[in-house]
């Protein structure tokens, strides 16, 4: 079990990924994803001031804010100290999972592979994050992962724009799909807080059945 996870997601199918430069641009993302519809949101550890963003992104309070990009067990302990309610890493870490369990966050670890997938459910996992998705085969690629493991849920995520979304919605085993192009890095330098509410509002039209 991956903790709590499909809670803290609360049904939410869509994932926004967030690579935020600029403390400020938080508030305004964050109200521009929650207008969209959004419910949740991973922000990455990929700039200096991730942590900054965390707090203010949760401070909105209409979204689960979780970390995106951890490596490191320090990594999600700083996460989690910012506010973050999930934890999300691109591949899989062993130290990353026990450190995210001692603190009770759910933990969304990568997986590219089946021997992958298997470490994780030998550490008792039962969601993970399928990454890159498109470039290791895309929904084909899902599919005949998901095939021996009935038991596992999948985020696909890398890769995916809106474009490709119907594609992995419609695999039962998906739980929830993540991206950026709702809220690219342009958008945000831009201030285009419109467009990510649109894009947004798309992508979580075409989750709702
Ligand atoms: C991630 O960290 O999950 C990815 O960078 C998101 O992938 P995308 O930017 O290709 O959507």
């Known amino acids: 079990m991956n903790g709590d996870l499909e809670t803290v997601l609360a049904g939410a199918r869509i994932v926004p990924v967030l690579t935020v430069r600029d403390p400020a641009t938080a508030a305004p993302l964050a109200e521009a994803l929650a207008s969209g519809g959004a419910r949740c949101a991973e922000v990455t550890f990929r700039t ?8 203010a992104m949760a401070a909105h309070g209409g979204l689960a804010v979780g970390a995106g990009t951890v490596v490191t067990p320090e990594q999600a302990e700083r996460a ?37 997938l ?34 596992v849920r999948f ?7 809106a474009a490709e979304l119907a594609g992995y919605l419609a695999v039962p085993a998906v739980l ?19 467009q990510i509410r649109r894009l947004t509002a798309e992508a979580v039209a075409r989750s709702t059945p």
């Not at 550490?123 to 021996?148: H, N, Q, S, Y």
């Not at 993540?178 to 890095?185: E, I, L, N, Q, R």
């Open 48 to 55: 200096p001031d991730a942590e900054r963003v965390v707090e």
């Open 80 to 116: 989690v100290a910012a506010g973050a309610r999930f934890v999300v890493s691109p591949g899989y870490d062993e130290s990353v999972v026990a450190k995210c369990r001692e603190l009770g966050v759910p933990v969304l670890p990568g997986v590219a592979s089946a021997t992958e």
């Open 118 to 151: 298997m470490r994780a459910l030998r550490d008792g996992l039962d969601t993970v994050k399928l990454f890159p998705a498109e470039a290791i085969g895309g929904v084909g690629m899902l599919r005949a992962l998901a095939a021996p493991f009935p038991q």
């Open 155 to 161: 985020v696909p995520t890398g890769g995916i724009g």
């Open 176 to 194: 929830a799909v993540g991206g950026s192009w709702m809220a690219t890095p342009a958008h945000l330098a831009n201030g285009d807080y419109p």
